[in-house]
């Protein structure tokens, strides 16, 4: 068989790069590379070498790589669908109790009264300061029904949330992996209009830029909690801020630091940590090594 020549960018979890049938060979350049493995590193600067075939992305978006290029380069763009679904799921449900839940504001404040001899006494303040809300009974509207929009809203109807669940592309596989219970809005306004949390669960695309506009939160409850574990750039980052200063928005939940999110009134800012645990690192890495070699070696092209 010949030599295959694969080029890794990032740290793709080790058994990925393990994962490689004799016959492969990972090199330490993209110049004579047949293959490229790549989590997040952005490849839209890069220029490719002649023999390049194939680049297996180890996440869900390909907003790091340049499609277009790709497309006119005969260059395959494989990514691995639903292999880190379950780890962002659980930060999804991590991010809604962080916004019902002060736990964030109870662990600062535990920090700054820690030497306090009278902590115990002024945890009664906390206790008032810091109370929350049950999300049992709450709706939540779930934006996309691909493989984690799917296990979070079946997780919430097992919360005894009532659930909206609204995707215009709905695959046969979300319809049946989808609880019966989640109700299927015909229109996002329906989502918009009935949910105390909304998450966004959609590919970062020309026509989901800035979805969630002024006029897009305008159309939702006053107080509601939005959480973003899909792309920075669905969100009109404007259009939040004012609505957080005006307790439109009550919380924001976003996997995505940018500079102005950091900073903003009544948000949460995590460090893109949805895929980052070793379970999902693992699945990721693992499919992409195997589309790559399935394509290289047989001409296949496989989404899973
Ligand atoms: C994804 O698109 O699935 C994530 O960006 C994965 C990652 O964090 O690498």
């Known amino acids: ?158 919360l005894g949330m009532k659930v909206y669940g609204f995707d215009p592309y709905l695959s046969v596989n979300s319809a049946w992996n989808l609880s019966p219970m989640v109700i299927h809005a015909e229109k996002i306004e329906e989502v918009y209009a009935a949910s105390d949390y909304i998450t966004i669960h959609v590919p970062a695309t020309a026509s989901t830029k800035g979805m969630i506009s002024a006029e897009a939160i305008a159309q939702m409850k006053n107080g509601v909690v939005l959480l973003n574990f899909a792309r920075d750039t669905l969100v009109d980052e404007k259009a939040l801020a004012s609505a957080l200063e005006a307790g439109m928005v009550k919380r924001y939940v976003s996997d995505f630091p940018t500079p102005a999110s950091a900073h903003m009134k009544n948000a949460i800012v995590i460090p893109h940590l949805g895929a980052s645990t070793e379970e999902a690192e693992d699945n990721c890495a693992v499919m992409a090594v195997k589309q790559l070699q399935d394509y290289l070696d047989n001409g296949n092209i496989r989404n899973s």
């Open 1 to 158: 068989m010949k030599d295959r020549k694969i080029f890794c960018l990032n740290n793709i979890a080790k058994i990925g790069t393990d994962g490689f049938r004799s016959g492969y060979t990972l090199i330490d350049s993209i110049d004579e590379a047949a293959g490229v493995l790549v989590r997040s590193a952005d490849m839209k600067e890069m220029s490719f070498p002649a023999g390049l075939r194939a680049i297996a992305r180890a996440g869900a978006g390909v907003n790091n790589i340049p499609l277009d290029r790709c497309a006119e380069e005969g260059i395959v763009v494989f990514n691995t669908p639903g292999a880190n679904a379950n780890s962002v799921k659980e930060l999804v449900l991590c991010g809604m109790f962080l916004a019902s839940r002060d736990i964030a504001g109870g662990i600062n404040w535990v920090r700054e009264n820690a030497d306090d001899e009278n902590i115990a006494k002024t945890t009664e303040k906390a206790k008032k300061a810091f109370a929350g809300t049950e999300l049992k009974g709450k709706t939540l509207g779930v934006i996309g029904l691909g493989a984690i929009g799917v296990l979070v809203a079946n997780a919430a109807i097992s």
